[in-house]
């Protein structure tokens, strides 16, 4: 069928969802332009051709502004090139109807600022998409778009994926080459998001590769892929927390536990249950990644710019960057110092061949605007409701699958974390729990966007 039919219909359900608030900024017309180009045999068609694609306004698309989900931002020009992620994508043959909405400078799990206003889950309006690539996960699980970008630098890929009902990998740090430098320098990557294991094992084969300058970029030889019989895990370990930040609420862990009993049964693997009071002694991840990422985006915006631009920030970020401000050169050294110590640790925990099973998300999902309750004030989310920031500290690959739903409607998203570079490997075990445990493709009330079209 024609790109141009499938970019309208695109279109037509983006304007027609707009109670989700997802876009940060339309492109339709240059959308539209792009797919007659393809249509009449003007441009390449590569593994994406045709498929309408959202970029997150954390990377730079050519030609329109990088605004970040940020007021202070609202003014700048725009970006003379692509981003790594979303050039690969558009020689892939992807077409961009717009740019999905984020947190603030992606700092937080709930995609809310002052400058775009509140996006919401599918699964249920009342509910965050989570962060910070949210805009993106909602726009997915509602069958707005084949394609919608996502990066990771605490979650942001399995956050939303987690109660979006998608499937999300955080690839090994560098496996998809980084440029420019990250705001969180060693912590972020980009990541693909999808609803299915299919549609994502396509999407990170197109975005991942090496960059210059990227030093952690490695070669392509480690990514091979994986024969079936190495897909078994030899050893699984599962922990309700790799922090100790205190139980779960029940509805979470009942689920963490029907999911892990699933998981070793399809696997025909047994299950070592950890306590996260003995996995970390030296310090704690969780912690170190707010005193890390605090002072390396205070840094990158430039400390004067945040002090003389703090009364325009949403208030989530303004209690991020206030941290980020207090914290002592010291302090920042010795944090940076046991990110060795935790990788190590999960070094000799998952080698060879083992699995951490854990939830992608400690809460019950938090409201649209970011509050745990609707007696609850806006705030940034406290470290306890996350199980995502480990794995951007080690730089292990990570991915989130669907396994259930909340009492709310929101899905539960299963973590599984595995070695270095077996990136491949955690989608192909993905895939299998997929073929046994299928998901939902979509929320209720939407269509997957490649069901519905007229392919007469």
Same mark, same amino acid.
């Given at each position: =069928? ?13 304007? @027609? ?18 797919? @007659? ?12 051709? %045709?498929?309408?694609?959202?970029? !997150? ?10 605004? !970040? ?93 987690? =109660? ?12 998809? *080459? ?29 975005? +991942? %590769? ?55 049964? +399809? ?39 945040? !002090? ?50 854990? *939830? ?10 970011? +509050? ?60 299998? =729990? ?23």
């Amino acid at each position: =069928m024609s790109a141009v039919a499938v970019v309208t219909a695109s279109i037509e359900r983006l304007e @027609r969802a707009e109670v989700l608030n997802v876009l940060a900024e339309k492109t339709y017309d240059e959308a539209l332009r792009a797919a @007659r180009h393809l249509d009449d045999g003007e441009s390449i068609k590569g593994a994406l051709a %045709g498929v309408p694609t959202l970029i !997150k306004d954390l990377e730079d698309l050519a030609g329109h502004p990088t605004r !970040k989900g940020s007021v202070a931002l609202r003014d700048e020009p725009p970006a003379s090139s692509n981003g790594v992620v979303p050039s690969r994508l558009l020689h892939a043959g992807a077409i961009v109807v717009g740019k999905s909405t984020l947190p603030e400078f992606a700092i937080e799990g709930f995609t809310a600022n002052l400058l775009t206003g509140v996006t919401r889950n599918p699964w249920n309006l009342d509910y965050s998409p989570g962060g910070s690539s949210g805009g993106s996960a909602a726009a997915l699980a509602a069958g707005l778009v084949g394609v919608a970008t996502a990066t990771d630098g605490g979650g942001s890929v399995r956050i939303p994926a987690a =109660m979006c009902g998608l499937v999300g990998l955080k690839p090994t740090n560098g496996v998809v *080459g980084r440029w420019p430098v990250p705001d969180w320098i060693d912590y972020s990557t980009d990541g693909p998001l999808a609803t299915s294991c299919d549609d994502l094992r396509l999407l990170f084969d197109v975005m +991942r %590769g090496p960059v210059a300058g990227d030093p952690t970029s490695p070669p392509a030889a480690l990514l091979e892929r994986w024969s079936p019989s190495e897909i078994r895990p030899a050893h699984i370990f599962a922990a309700e927390r790799t922090s100790p930040f205190g139980p779960l609420s029940p509805a979470v862990a009942a689920l963490l536990h029907e999911a892990v009993d699933a998981f070793a049964d +399809r696997f025909d693997t047994p299950v070592t249950w950890l306590e996260p009071e003995g996995l970390f002694v030296d310090g704690d991840p969780d912690l170190d990644w707010f005193t890390v990422t605090g002072a390396e985006h205070v840094a990158a915006l430039g400390r004067d710019w945040v !002090k003389e631009h703090m009364e325009e920030f949403h208030v989530a970020t303004q209690e991020f960057l206030e941290a980020g401000l207090r914290v002592a050169i010291d302090e920042y050294l010795a944090a940076r110092r046991r990110r060795y110590l935790y990788v190590r640790k999960l070094d000799e925990l998952l080698s060879p061949n083992g699995l951490l099973l854990t *939830g992608a998300v400690a809460a019950e999902g938090w409201l649209a605007d970011g +509050r745990m309750g609707p007696e609850a004030d806006v705030h940034g989310l406290a470290p306890a409701v996350y199980l995502t920031a480990l794995q951007n500290v080690t730089g292990h690959p990570a991915i989130s699958l669907p396994f259930g739903h909340l009492p709310s409607g929101v899905p539960f998203g299963l973590q599984i974390t595995a070695e270095h570079y077996h990136d491949h490997r955690l989608i192909d075990i993905a895939a299998r =729990m997929e073929a046994a445990y299928p998901w939902a493709r979509v929320a209720p009330g939407y269509e997957a966007l490649d069901t519905v079209l007229d392919v007469t």
